[in-house]
């Protein structure tokens, strides 16, 4: 018999983001592929928290996928997906002001979302 529980996450967002996630307008997250992150796959659960807030969305993850680097996950995934309301250039600056070189360097994941339905 398989467990068919699904994991659950937990993950920090900022709010422009996390408005975007719960709105249903975000529907890919970027993060950089942490040792932490490396399990994530499709079906699992994220629980997206406001750090220092008890607000939180869930999400079902539908896809992960990795890239060596953010302009490429941007070109591939399409920045609309990432941040509706930013361009391409201001999205990837974005980023990296989040993550630096050297954490860009450990690969990034383009994980697909969904609103979790109740």
Same mark, same amino acid.
């Given at each position: 018999?398989?467990?068919? *529980?699904?994991?659950?996450? /937990?993950?920090? =967002?900022?709010? @422009?983001?996390?408005? =975007?996630?719960?709105?249903?307008? !975000? *529907?890919?997250?970027?993060?950089? %592929?942490? +040792?932490? #992150? &490396?399990? #994530?796959? &499709? ?7 406001? !750090?220092? *807030? ?18 490429? $996950? #941007?070109?591939?995934?399409? +920045?609309?997906?990432?941040? +509706? *309301?930013?361009?391409?250039? @201001? @999205? $990837? ?6 993550? +630096?070189?050297? %954490? /860009?360097? =450990?690969?990034? $994941? &383009?994980?697909?979302? @969904? #609103?979790?339905?109740?």
């Amino acid at each position: 018999m398989t467990d068919t *529980t699904a994991r659950v996450h /937990e993950l920090n =967002l900022y709010r @422009q983001y996390f408005d =975007l996630v719960a709105a249903g307008t !975000k *529907t890919i997250e970027v993060r950089v %592929k942490y +040792p932490h #992150l &490396a399990d #994530l796959a &499709a079906g699992d659960i994220i629980r997206f928290r406001i !750090k220092g *807030t008890d607000e939180t969305c869930e999400v079902t993850v539908v896809r992960v996928t990795e890239y060596a680097n953010f302009e490429a $996950l #941007l070109d591939d995934e399409g +920045p609309g997906n990432v941040n +509706p *309301t930013a361009t391409r250039d @201001q @999205q $990837l600056a974005n980023i990296r002001a989040i993550y +630096p070189p050297e %954490k /860009e360097a =450990l690969g990034a $994941l &383009a994980i697909e979302i @969904q #609103l979790a339905t109740a």
